[in-house]
């Protein structure tokens, strides 16, 4: 068993139930032990490092301080959460009158000696992925979005303009990635409030262009990205609907759980009759 | 346009903040333009990112302050991630939202209305409680039915709840941070 901090973040209790399902649901078979860390709060998310610069370090340093008190590396499966925790650790080791300023409104030193990871990482690091079913004949759109791929200081990767580590997993399972363009584009984030429309449009051609390479599915790592893409997704005017799943329902339909136990049945646009259509339920 | 370009303008006590708080060098830039090619965003804008960089190194303060582009900025990281300078534009982004806030000076309304709204829940519960955000939004934005379908259906399907998830207010951290604010500003006035 690999034991992380856990840190689900508020969209996995509200907007993202279903991804906080299927992520506790397959850690077990991948033997990934979730902490959960208890009174988690709020890293603060798009709007504290718009507001204040201590803000933006004190909100993730008040989870990071009880992952390290436990000696356990976090872990968070939201895109956004991930990378607020891991530029907070990133900044208060660069600069130290900001760690001095977080250690005395926190009452306390974070020494920043934990691994932050998304949980893809935690998965493809330490999961022992054992499909039991194949996906075959499943066309997948893999969408990374920003946060998971951007910027380097976070996700080092060698292919930051095209990422692989998605279309891998897709591989592992038994399904085909799609080659598309649109694989980092931004859905419009926390715009999804403020300024839809501009969420209409970014998302709705990332929509369109996981259309055009054929894709049955797209799948997502983040629930902004994916309320963006699946719950506005009638909104868009589109003569076509395409289903969104978190990476971590496909893991678990290859693992062999059920549609309503991967909370699959929340989505806005749903993906039973395609599943079904290729006897993968 | 006339400018005229002086010490005093190209050293402007706006872009050392801006350094300051960004920590990043704005003179770097030598404008090759690639952060407003990348940007998804730059279809809304009133001047693309890279103009908005030329602006604070001639010292064109109160156009900055005026421009409606930092607030369009999504953070998505793409100017960041392609400068050839190494400069986070994105956190240059993030530095003028902050000054703005400070001073009240913001061009657009909704955007730091949401920002308090939000930071607000967060204080009280310790996490987002959404149906508070966005009722609150909706009445400060003066748009009160926005979304209510979505919404509706969001709460049938479960993923909505009308109680806060309480993880324990966080108003003495709030308010620490307010102070210890306050105090770094008095200070780095001083110095």
Redesign the interface.
Known sequence: MYKVAYFPG?SL?????EYGMSTELICKDLGIELVKIQ????C????????????AA??PA?NLLWAEKQSLPICSPCSACFSRLKLADIDMK??ARLRA?VT???GEEYKGTIEILHLWQVIQKYGELKPKKELKGLKVASYYG??LT???EVCPDER?EDPQFLDNLVISLGASPVKWSYKT??C????S????D?VHK?SGEILKDAREADADYIIVACPLCHSNLD??QE?MGLDFRIPVLYFTQLIGLALGYGYSELGM??H?VQAKGLLNSKGLL | MRIVLGKEQIESAFKKKVEI?S?QRILSCYQCGKCSAGC??GY?MDYLPNKIIRMLQLGMTDDVMKSKTPW?C?????C??RCPREI?V?RV??AI??IA?VENRSPVK??PI??QI??KS?EFT???F?VGV?GA?NFF?LNPF??IP?GI??FL?????LMP?S??N?RG??K??RE??KR?AVSDQLL
Not at chain 1, 44 to 55: F, K, P, R, V, Y
Not at chain 2, 74 to 78: G, I, L, N, P, W
Request: with cysteine; proline share 2%.
């Open positions: 508020c209790s509200s907007t993202a139930k009174d988690w709060s709020c603060g998310a798009t709007t504290a490092h718009i507001t204040s610069e201590l803000m004190a909100l008040k660069r600069d300023d005395e409104v926190m920003c946060l951007r910027p380097t930051i584009e931004c419009g984030a926390a715009f409030l403020t300024k839809t501009i970014l719950a506005r909104e049945m929340k806005f | 708080l920590n998804p965003i809304e369009l999504a953070s998505c990281q793409t960041t991630t986070d994105a982004m993030d939202r902050i806030q909704e955007i949401f920002n939000f930071l967060v310790g996490r987002v959404e966005i939004y934005s926005k979304d979505l259906k969001m399907k479960g993923k909505l709840s998830h993880a324990g966080l951290l709030f620490r941070v210890k604010e770094s």
